[in-house]
């Protein structure tokens, strides 16, 4: 029986993380097999692309090798993780995935959403979400919080006028998508949290 594919998909500082916690306890305490990844990483070698495209020093990176390098660690993870993962009939939550690069490369980096989709394309095959959770926060509200955390790295030290890109894009992309569900983010954890569960009960439940 073919898996479930989920994704966290958001601006920075939105709470993908916490809430990608939340779900992968609530789903195990039901007895459901789930495999947790994100990007840019998940693999050796996607780990390794991540160190270099977050490096707050590698600030002349050109925003072509940008979006190479995440679609690269991408393809990575669809070989090593997610597709096998799915084919073995798991649950697979992940941090961000290709919306992420159309979003922050196409829209934000002006790169062009189709060329994102055509560099991607090979690697992620036939291997799409089956459900997006995308958790909206205002881009002021995120990098606040980010500030609060740790040391921001380089995508994260971008102008505000970039994350604000990055928050609109998201909107536009991920508009009237029938897998995809937003989520306000500015609410307290425990109420997205139940949010998230109620919406994905109708897809474990048989």
């Known amino acids: 029986m073919r898996g479930l594919f989920i994704v966290l998909e958001g601006p920075d500082g939105s709470g993908k993380t916490t809430q990608i916690t939340c779900l ?4 195990e305490s039901r007895g459901r097999d ?3 990844t994100r990007e840019p990483g998940g693999t050796r070698i996607g780990e390794a692309i991540r160190k270099i495209i977050l490096d707050p020093d590698y600030r002349e990176m050109a925003d072509v090798t940008e979006m190479l390098l995440y679609a690269a660690s991408r393809a990575q ?21 290709v ?12 790169l062009g959403t189709e060329t994102v989709d055509l560099i ?17 926060i205002p881009e002021e509200e995120g ?3 980010k ?13 505000i006028d970039f994350h604000r890109m990055v928050s609109l894009g998201y909107r536009r992309v991920l508009e009237n998508r029938p ?3 937003r989520i306000d983010g500015c609410r307290p954890v425990e109420e997205i949290q139940n949010e998230i569960i109620e919406h994905i009960l109708g897809y474990i439940i048989s």
Request: contains cysteine; negative net charge.
């Open 77 to 97: 993870l669809v070989h090593d993780v997610i597709g096998p993962a799915i084919e073995e009939g798991k649950i697979v939550i992940s941090d961000r995935f």
């Open 147 to 159: 500030m609060q955390q740790k040391k921001l790295d380089r995508l994260e030290q971008q102008s």
């Open 179 to 181: 897998e995809v569900i």
């Open 34 to 36: 789930c495999l947790v």
């Open 120 to 136: 991607n394309a090979p690697g992620i095959g036939t291997y799409k979400p089956d459900l997006i959770f995308f958790i909206d």
């Open 99 to 110: 919306d992420s690069s159309i979003v922050y490369q196409g829209i934000a980096r002006g």
């Open 24 to 27: 992968q306890q609530y789903l």
């Open 143 to 145: 990098i606040a919080r």
